[in-house]
């Protein structure tokens, strides 16, 4: 193979792409993809502040490189859940990141503030591991975000992430999840924007990107996420490209082009009120947040006074 750019040896093929690259090249095609999309949903201007979700996974120091690369003012923030020493390597990696490109990094850990981690939490409230630990980032990046006044919450989900999500959301006809699936989640009612810059590039692709540029992450996943339905969504996703490269693309990118409208359209938004018991943005009386923290026996507003502190 050789790179469509320079004619030098590649060291990858994008098949969907119908390209290959040498390192120099595949660097520069996948900002430039995270540029392009940046610009294409309009996520953000070049002088607003971003926070970046960190995990120590490739997605999202991959991520955090390019926005630094690309100019941006983008800060970190890393929420240590307590998942034993997934946590502790997971946080090791972020920081040494951020140290390697003298970027500011925020920590908010869960052990610190509660004493506990979320697997307690997801087993005193009965809840599946991933849907606790999603609603506990959820609020603890929306809270950063609005005490650190930073323009929008950049996540790394990627390509394969959203064709995943989207395949769920349509065998479940999940209309009010198709409606607001999208890349630029605007701010409303207090919620802070939420972007997805990298959902032109898949897993390969971000792993390539953090190798080349000698980024060290955290390589295996979650062992809480272990069983997730999703997991079996993206190896029927991954067959299917295997097959036809480009399907997910064309699922995903093709649904936001086409298919978004309609049900974006046909979806009432949800009114947001102010939480009685913390002030953050919810749709009930008291928030989804305080009201499993208070199941676990734990203080909601703990997480509020570790703010206030900083």
Not at 86 to 106: C, G, I, P
Not at 195 to 209: H, W
Not at 233 to 255: C, I, M, R, S, W
């Amino acid at each position: 193979m050789r790179c469509k750019k320079c004619g030098q040896k590649a060291c990858m093929e994008i098949r969907r792409h119908r390209a290959a690259f040498c390192p120099e090249h595949l660097i520069e095609h996948l900002q430039n993809q995270v540029a392009r999309a940046i610009k294409k949903f309009k996520m953000f201007a070049p002088n607003e502040k971003l926070l970046v979700a960190v995990s120590g996974g490739k997605d999202s120091l991959a991520l955090w490189d390019m926005l630094l690369d690309l100019g941006y003012q983008a800060d970190g923030l890393y929420i240590n859940l307590g998942i034993g020493d997934y946590s502790v390597r997971s946080k090791e990696k972020s920081s040494n990141f951020a140290a390697s490109r003298n970027a500011v990094l925020y920590i908010v850990s869960l052990k610190e503030i509660y004493g506990v981690g979320v697997e307690h939490i997801a087993k005193k409230t009965s809840k599946a591991y991933c849907s606790a630990c999603g609603l506990v980032k959820r609020y603890i990046m929306n809270l950063a975000a609005s005490r650190g006044g930073y323009a929008a919450i950049v996540t790394g989900h990627n390509l394969d992430d959203e064709a995943t999500t989207l395949l769920g959301n349509v065998l479940h006809w999940q209309v009010g999840y198709l409606g607001r699936q999208s890349p630029n989640m605007p701010a409303a009612g207090g919620l802070a924007r939420k972007v997805k810059p990298l959902c032109r590039l898949t897993e390969r692709e971000t792993a390539a990107y953090c190798v080349i540029k000698g980024i060290d992450y955290i390589i295996e996943e979650c062992p809480m996420s272990v069983g997730a339905t999703s997991l079996r969504y993206k190896e029927v996703l991954n067959f299917l490209e295997n097959h036809a490269p480009g399907t997910k693309d064309q699922f995903y990118l093709g649904f936001l082009r086409e298919g978004q409208r309609y049900f974006l359209e046909n979806t009432e938004e949800p009114e947001l009120k102010a939480c009685s018991s913390c002030g953050q943005p919810t749709t009930a009386e008291v928030c989804s947040f305080c009201r499993q923290m208070e199941r676990a026996g734990l203080d909601p507003l703990a997480v509020h006074r570790a703010f206030a502190t900083e």
